[in-house]
């Protein structure tokens, strides 16, 4: 994710970074503007074309196809938030996890405490790796046995470390280090890391229906192929920056919304599951 200040104006407006809309169109323009001057110089050059001009139809159809990015846009911000607050809520509970068990067990429990403090490590680490390409258990911490191969006993690697997470919390009770009050208590917190999994498990695999991300795309390309027949009639040549600015700001819109849907991966708009990984594995080191 990037980090920025959003009241540097003048910076923000210059900057070109790798992810901005503007790298990513750039071929896409050029192809629009070699289009539209193609159109120019066919219908102007060629034929000197009478026909009426399509400004007006381009105008009614320009403000539904607002309308109807701007659903798109915020449909996929709503995504992206609701991910950023499943891993908020992960950090909250992973310390509230901790700090329970720093005053529950004894402080001869050196042992325990530290098994559990990887434990949760481990599972935010494949929580985040689970929602990208997947967990490559050798880079998980081995803990007795909790190795690589009891993580690839099954398909779902978080599962199998919430499944260790339950069963350490359990021999406590049933070793009377905990009572049955605080195995109420941190059942809680447990609970949470796998619906908070689920939430981000249903962002990552429920993608935006295809019919309307199908609808959409053939609606700004028909729209812009459709600008300059009727625009180079008033602005001749002046059509070709008029109508690749008009495709840069409605795809561009498309493109953001593309990349942020999905906000558990690597771009740059996405959110930071690795900074977030590594302060809490800081901040569970501090507690236990």
Request: charged share 20%; aromatic share 14%; hydrophobic share 50%.
């Amino acid at each position: 994710m990037i980090t920025y200040n959003p009241k540097d104006w003048w910076k923000l407006i210059f900057a070109f970074h790798r992810s901005d809309s503007f790298r990513v169109l750039l071929p896409g323009m050029i192809a629009v503007a070699l289009y539209t001057t193609a159109v120019a110089f066919v219908e102007n050059e060629i034929f000197h074309a009478t026909f009426k001009n399509t400004t007006m139809v381009h105008s009614l159809v320009g403000f539904v196809l607002s309308m109807l990015l701007i659903f798109r846009t915020n449909t996929a911000y709503d995504r992206w938030w609701e991910g950023r607050r499943m891993w908020g809520s992960f950090v909250n509970n992973s310390r509230n996890l901790a700090l329970k068990l720093h005053a529950f067990l004894p402080p001869e429990a050196a042992a325990e405490k530290a098994l559990f403090r990887d434990l949760i490590c481990n599972f935010i680490y494949a929580a985040k790796e689970h929602l990208r390409e997947g967990v490559k258990t050798q880079k998980l911490v081995p803990l007795g046995n909790y190795d690589a191969a009891y993580y690839a006993q099954g398909s779902h690697v978080p599962n199998q470390i919430l499944k260790a997470l339950f069963t350490e919390i359990n021999r406590l009770y049933m070793n009377q280090i905990i009572t049955g009050d605080h195995l109420i208590v941190l059942n809680a917190e447990l609970q949470s890391f796998a619906e908070n999994l689920g939430a981000c498990e249903r962002i990552k695999r429920t993608p935006i229906p295809y019919a309307y991300s199908l609808f959409l795309k053939k609606i700004i390309f028909i729209y812009v192929f459709t600008m300059p027949i009727g625009f180079v009639l008033d602005y001749k040549y002046w059509a070709v920056p008029v109508v690749t600015f008009v495709f840069y700001a409605f795809a561009s819109i498309e493109v953001i919304a593309e990349e942020i849907e999905d906000p558990f991966g690597r771009d740059a708009n996405d959110l930071p599951t690795d900074s977030i990984h590594d302060m809490l594995r800081a901040n569970l080191h501090d507690i236990l």
